[in-house]
Structure formats: structure tokens, C-alpha cells
């Protein structure tokens, strides 16, 4: 009995034992990944535009030629996802009969444990979600990331900045200079031009009279200004300004300058309220 009761103590002691090594390779067994992926939760994009989809991740093994990337794409309303891109071994395999045909690229470094892509020309139809899924086994990842992307409307906000005098008296059979300043953070090219449009008292939309372009002047012949405009501004000044010689009380509205210097465009044409007075009482 003392034997036996020795015996039961001992498989006591050794139980806790067994249990460890069991616990041990359960564990072997069903790994618990040490990878993770990270994205951004929202991504905002402008329409017509390149989107870079961010994911990173972290992996305590070693880049194998084992490790390889998929992203799918679950679009907006729909309730499963569609596979669209998967990258192993140096290679990237692009879906060809998906919405981003053409469209998709590779932008990461498993190097460096960027797992990116980019998708050009953005449409609203790429609104949804994405999942970024890594492999690198033995490390697997337990959820893929996900991000929402937003497609927005495209609206640049332009770097040419104008600057014009918002009224401007000039006595009548004068010359009247309307000046029109830009500064622009874009080198001045053969693409540059500069549009002039005239909106008399009482209309309700502008006529365009003078275009200005690769050194040089356009004007329209059946306007009121015919043979009285002139070019005196200077592109590589920034000046886009136009005189109008003997000016007439017709010639009374509001005058628009249009600046567009690739790839910056004015958003919106400054303007100048022209006021033409008896000559003599011209206000100072």
C-alpha cells in the first residue's frame, strides 16, 4: 500500500509534466501567428487620380520565397469579396477580368515588409473595401487588413493665384489698361495662355474677345473691340494684362482674365468692373 501510495505521488509529480510537453506541442501545432498587418482604416481619393493602398507588416521569420500577398476587393453593396491581384516570388499576377485591368501595380518591398499597391485613373466604381492578406509562412496572418476607400470628386485647387483691381475708371476716347497679375508655383511653358472675356451691362454671359498663347496674340474680329485691343502684359512676369485703346461708354461691364498655366489652371477668372466717365471727372 505504501508502495502504491508512493507510486500515486510520484505520477502526481509527473503529470503536471506531461501536460506541459502536451500543452507544448499543441501549441507546435496550432501556432499563433506572429504576423501583422497594418492599413489604414479610410482612404480618401480624388477621382481621375493614382491611389496607393497602404499596408505594412510585421513577421518574426524571415522573408521566404514562401511569402506572398493577395488583395481582393469587396465593391460597394456586394457581400463577398472578388480576388484582384497576388504577388509571390518576385512576381505580380494582376487579375485580368476584374475592374482593374490595366490599372493595378505593385508598390510594395517584402524586404521591407510593404505590401502596397497602387490603381490609377480612380473611378467612383473603386468605391468599397480592400483586404490586403500576407503570407509568410510559418507565419500566417490571423485577419487580412482592410481598407475603405472613398473616391471623391476631383476638385484641384489651382496654384495660379490672380489679382486684378475689382473696379477701374477710365475716362472715354482713353486708353485703358486692365491688369491682370498671377503668380503660379509652375514654370511658365508653350502650354501657358491667357483668355480674355468681356461681359457688357446688362447681359447676363460673357463673350470671349482675346486669347493669348506661344507669343501670340488672337483677337475676335466681330466684337466691339476690333482693332482696339493689344497685348501689353508679359508671361514671364507674371503679367497677363490687355489695354483697350480709345475706350467708349459701350465698353461699360465687367471684363474676365483667365490664367492657365499646365498643370496649374485657375479656378476661377478674376474680374474687373470697368467704369467708363466723362472725360474730365475721372475720380482720383
Known sequence: MAAAAAGGSAGWRVAPALMLAAAAAALGFLRVSALDVKTPEELFVENGTEARLPCTFSSRDVISSAASISWSFQPEGATTPISFFYYSQGNAYPGKDTPFKNRISWAGDLNKKDASVTIANVQFRDNGTY???????????????????????????????????????????????????????????????????????????PISFFYYSQGNAYLRKDTSFKNRISWTGDLNKKDASVSIANVQFQDNGTYFCDVKNPPDIVFMPVEIRLRVVQRGTSPH
Open 131 to 205: 483586404f490586403c492578406d500576407v503570407k509568410n509562412p510559418p507565419d500566417i496572418v490571423v485577419k487580412p487588413g482592410e481598407i475603405r476607400l472613398r473616391v471623391v470628386q476631383r476638385v484641384r485647387v489651382s496654384a495660379v493665384g490672380e489679382k486684378t483691381p475689382e473696379e477701374f475708371f477710365v475716362e472715354n476716347g482713353t486708353e485703358a489698361r486692365l491688369p491682370c497679375t498671377f503668380s503660379s508655383s509652375e514654370v511658365i511653358s508653350c502650354a501657358s495662355s491667357v483668355s480674355w472675356s468681356f461681359q457688357p451691362e446688362g447681359a447676363t454671359t
